[in-house]
C-alpha cells in the first residue's frame, strides 16, 4: 500500500460525506467510486496511448473500452477497490446507527 491508495480512500469518504445531505450513504458512496474509477480508466487509456506513439493533439489511438479491461495493475485495482471498502464500511456503519436509533425509538 502506498500514498495514493490513502489519498484515494481520503477522496473517496469526502465525496461520500459531501453527498450525504442530498443522497443516502450507498449511493454517495458509489458515485464516489464511480469517479475514481473513471480516473483509474482514464489513465489507462493514456498509458495505452503513450506506449503506442502518442503525442498531444492526435488522436488517442485506443479502443472505447480499452481502457476498462486493459491496463489495470495491482497499484490501480488497489486505487478503486480500498475506497470501495472504506465508503462501504461507511455504510456499513450509519446502517447499524439507523437501526438502533429505530430500535429505541419503538
Known amino acids: 500500500m502506498n500514498i495514493t491508495h490513502l489519498e484515494h ?3 473517496a ?6 453527498l450525504l445531505p442530498l443522497a443516502s450513504a450507498s449511493v454517495a458512496g458509489s458515485i464516489a467510486v464511480a469517479l475514481l474509477m473513471g480516473r483509474e480508466i ?13 503525442e498531444w493533439g492526435e488522436t488517442l489511438p485506443v479502443g472505447i473500452f480499452e481502457g476498462v479491461w486493459r491496463g489495470w495493475t495491482l497499484d490501480s485495482v488497489l486505487d478503486v477497490v480500498l475506497p470501495a471498502l ?3 464500511l461507511v455504510v ?4 447499524v446507527k ?5 430500535k429505541q425509538r419503538y
Open 42 to 54: 482514464a489513465q489507462h487509456e493514456y498509458r495505452l496511448g503513450i506506449q503506442r506513439g502518442w
Open 13 to 18: 469518504l469526502i465525496i461520500q460525506g459531501a
Open 86 to 88: 472504506a465508503c462501504s
Open 98 to 102: 439507523r437501526r438502533r436509533a429505530l
Open 92 to 95: 456499513a456503519v450509519l446502517s
Open 9 to 11: 480512500v481520503i477522496i
